[in-house]
């Protein structure tokens, strides 16, 4: 894409029917890190390893205290008009070293799921948020195929566990996060800086998602997941953009970030294939993907209900100034810093919501069939508790609402023009752990005081979220 209107649309209004909720993750809010016999995952592993490494030396061991909490917070999500959250099991917690059902763990989120019901909340559950069991990443993690089955075995016990009280669920939370964060990037550990590693990594997820697909497809044929019940997948998309007037190769360079990005999962859960144009381009340049007889086949159960947008912020990119990197990596592509960039200095990204808009109507075009939902969106600031008044409450008002309301009315001007986005989850809700940014930047409607034995207590944006909850009228 090379528009830049950023201009702010005039949609004020949501459909009845479309949802509001929570997003939420397992290992970013439930703490209790060892109770329940839950396992070592690589957060806890790093955590152990260097604390050093996360903001303050706040490791994966806090979350925000809704291990212990959480009837009260479905509670809470309730009382600003929420109707549904996304949350994550533990692949730590459900499932021994042995690759059994720890019961102890199982019956932590059997009543964890009858509070939220019991609140009125409906949750969507999802799989896997970046908590591989670090016995299993000692093994290869995604780089080794026997995980792949390791997963497929644990999302098979998972449904058969729970299948008669989740209708949503979902295999994966933001799939391309770890190939970039642990293998391209190197910024989470292990701290690999390989590309064609990292694209290996993307593959093999690929196939442990598609496997899960499988499974449940099996388990809700033979009864033991419920029949009006969903799967599918969440990731972060990454709407594209170059500079204006681009050249060819600034539009390769967005053909190939679009592709390792966006396309690849979004054709793989529509089409259950992965898009040959990428796959050719990355084997032109030396990256050949480990695949297998028979990988086709899985990949064609890739195919999903639904599918979950998380969005925060677009790419721009434009033409690589070089061939490779210094690690000899191919480069595709090069950041294009838009002149006109409204960025959250706090977090260092783009502040640009008619890129919601923008997917929207790509997902209208090229995957008409499909349902979605915003399933995370949202602004995380440092130093929020510098804006408490005198009454003791954070006063936020002039940063999340602008926010939320301006994404929100182009996801209304998208609906209008015949997107199928049925709702929206914003992400933190309650202020929660962030991988190593530990609480850094806070993204909640509700504080939570580390200091007060995370006691909770809601920000002056609260009442602006619990207005628009309850009219659908975005003011």
Not at 51 to 71: E, Q
Not at 381 to 409: N, Q, S
Request: net charge negative; charged share 25%; aromatic share 14%.
């Amino acid at each position: 894409m090379t528009e830049q209107n950023p201009n702010e649309t005039t949609y004020c209004d949501l459909p009845e029917d479309f949802f509001f909720g929570a997003a939420l993750s397992g290992p970013q809010t439930e703490g209790m890190w060892q109770a329940h016999g839950k396992l070592e995952n690589m957060w806890d592993f790093w955590s152990n390893q260097d604390i050093r490494a996360f903001h303050n030396r706040v490791g994966s061991y806090a979350g925000n205290d809704m291990g212990a909490r959480y009837a009260e917070d479905y509670e809470l999500l309730a009382s600003l008009g929420l109707s549904s959250a996304r949350t994550s099991i533990q692949w730590t917690r459900l499932i021994d070293a042995n690759g059994k059902l720890n019961r102890e763990g199982a019956d932590f989120y059997h009543e964890m799921f009858t509070a939220a019901r019991k609140a009125g909340i409906e949750v969507f559950v999802n799989l896997y948020h970046f908590d591989m069991p670090a016995y299993l990443f000692r093994r290869g993690g995604w780089e080794n195929r026997e995980v792949i089955e390791a997963y497929a075995h644990y999302a098979r016990i998972a449904f058969a566990e729970f299948g008669q009280e989740i209708v949503h669920w979902f295999t994966f939370n933001e799939p391309i996060v770890e190939p970039e964060q642990r293998y391209a990037h190197g910024n989470w550990f292990p701290f690999v800086h390989d590309f064609g590693r990292a694209r290996n990594v993307q593959y093999n997820i690929s196939l442990a998602h598609s496997l899960a697909v499988l499974a449940f497809r099996e388990l809700q044929a033979a009864g033991a997941v419920r029949e009006d019940a969903k799967i599918g997948l969440i990731n972060c998309f990454t709407p594209p953009y170059t500079r204006e007037n681009p050249t060819e190769a600034d539009l390769e360079a967005v053909r190939m970030a679009d592709g390792i990005d966006n396309r690849w999962w979004l054709d793989l859960v529509t089409k259950g294939t992965l898009p040959a144009d990428v796959i050719e381009t990355l084997a032109e340049r030396g990256v050949v993907l480990a695949t297998r007889p028979g990988d086709e086949a899985i990949l064609a159960q890739g195919k999903v209900d639904w599918l979950g947008f998380n969005y925060y912020q677009p790419t721009r990119v434009q033409a690589p100034a070089r061939d490779t990197d210094e690690q000899g990596d191919p480069c595709f592509f090069d950041p294009y810093v838009w002149p006109d960039a409204v960025m959250n200095k706090s977090r260092g990204w783009e502040i640009y919501p008619k890129g919601i808009y923008d997917f929207a109507m790509t997902m209208t075009r090229d995957y008409p069939e499909l349902d979605w939902f915003v399933s995370e969106n949202g602004i995380g600031i440092e130093e929020d508790h510098a804006k408490r008044t005198e009454d003791g409450r954070i006063d936020d008002l002039a940063y999340r609402v602008p926010f939320v309301r301006d994404h929100l009315r182009w996801v209304a001007r998208a609906i209008e023009e015949g997107a199928r986005c049925r709702g929206y989850h914003y992400w933190g809700v309650i202020d929660c752990w962030s991988w190593n940014n530990a609480y850094k930047n806070r993204y909640g409607f509700v504080e939570v005081s580390l200091q007060e034995n995370y006691d909770r207590r809601l920000k002056a944006s609260a009442e602006w979220l619990r207005e628009v909850t309850h009219t659908h009228h975005i003011a």
